[in-house]
């Protein structure tokens, strides 16, 4: 992938930022998570037949930043509001609990930035949004697309942070945690 990642870098740069107009980098373009929930997780059992890399991955409890009470839509709409842009070039992301992402997004100081701000975005059971959060090299500049691909440098720590800065005032911490609450609801049921 240390070669791949730089090419898909190139290319998906060019068509989201040379091809494309700005309104497909935001929050009425929902059809990016649609088009890499259809494409990724095959693409990634793919690959791992073949063992050339991922294009899937469950996220880990330290990237969770919060849970704003409001439907995803609306946190699209926020985070654009704060210079965030949808990411379709990203893995597609799941749960422990089940859960597929809801929304991609990342902020940088400019296209082509060492890092990105990545935020991705999962529904709960009551209509609010679980946010995960990492800071990490961005992966649209050719120059880091393959230590954004293999992880280096990623920090979650450094993405709470940022994101605590920008949005602390929706985020907050559920009594539960990151779950699904149907599905925690069902199990307080049994």
């Known amino acids: 992938m240390v070669i791949a990642a730089p090419i898909v870098a190139v290319l998906s740069f060019a068509l989201l930022y040379g091809v494309l107009q700005p309104t497909h980098r935001g929050p009425t373009a929902t059809y990016w998570n649609r088009g890499r929930e259809a ?3 095959k693409l990634h059992r793919l690959a791992s037949r073949l063992r050339v890399g991922y294009a899937a991955y469950e996220l880990q409890d330290r ?7 409001a439907p995803v839509e ?4 926020l985070l654009a509001a704060y210079g965030f842009e949808r ?8 749960l422990p ?3 597929s992402e809801a929304g991609s997004w990342a902020r940088r100081d400019g296209p082509l930035a060492d890092r990105q701000l990545h935020v991705m975005l999962f529904q709960t059971g ?8 990492h800071d990490e090299y961005n992966a ?34 559920p009594a539960v945690g990151p779950t699904n609450d149907t599905e925690q609801q069902n199990c307080e049921e049994n």
């Open 39 to 41: 494409v990724l997780p």
């Open 63 to 69: 990237e969770y930043a919060g849970r704003i009470d």
């Open 74 to 77: 609306d946190v699209d709409r």
């Open 87 to 94: 990411m379709p070039l990203s893995a597609w992301k799941t």
């Open 97 to 99: 609990d089940g859960r």
């Open 126 to 133: 009551d209509g609010a949004t679980d946010c995960y959060v």
């Open 140 to 173: 649209f500049h050719p120059r880091y697309a393959a230590k954004h691909y293999h992880g280096i440098d990623y920090s979650p720590r450094g993405g709470h942070r940022q994101l605590h800065g920008l949005i602390g005032e929706y985020l907050y911490e």
